[in-house]
């Protein structure tokens, strides 16, 4: 019995650490950036030679301000997907 809990819980930690490894679908993170940030947002902020983001953390703590700042309720997946985004397609750190 004991040998078996074992099993269970190393088989759920491997699948739970490839689910969470897996990055968000290319159109899932353009979604969520093109809904809620580009009223603001146009590229041209992120391209700017004086940007603020100087790092992928940088990128990601912006990230997590904003959306606190609009009450998106965004948890680690949404916040991740926003950021592959930005990084895929302006930043590429």
């Known amino acids: ?3 078996t809990l074992g099993i269970i819980i190393i088989v ?3 699948w739970w650490s490839v689910a969470v490894a897996q990055p968000a679908s290319p159109l899932r993170s353009m979604e969520l950036y093109s809904n ?3 009223a603001c947002h146009t590229s ?3 391209i700017r030679e004086n940007r603020k983001a100087t790092s992928l ?4 703590t912006w990230i997590r301000r904003w959306a606190s700042e609009l009450r998106l309720d ?3 997946e ?4 926003v950021l592959q985004y930005l990084n895929a397609h302006y930043y590429k750190y």
């Open 57 to 60: 953390t940088a990128v990601e």
């Open 36 to 38: 809620h940030c580009t």
């Open 74 to 76: 965004w948890g680690d």
């Open 44 to 46: 041209q902020a992120h």
């Open 1 to 3: 019995m004991r040998r």
């Open 12 to 14: 759920c930690n491997a």
């Open 78 to 81: 949404e916040v991740k997907a």
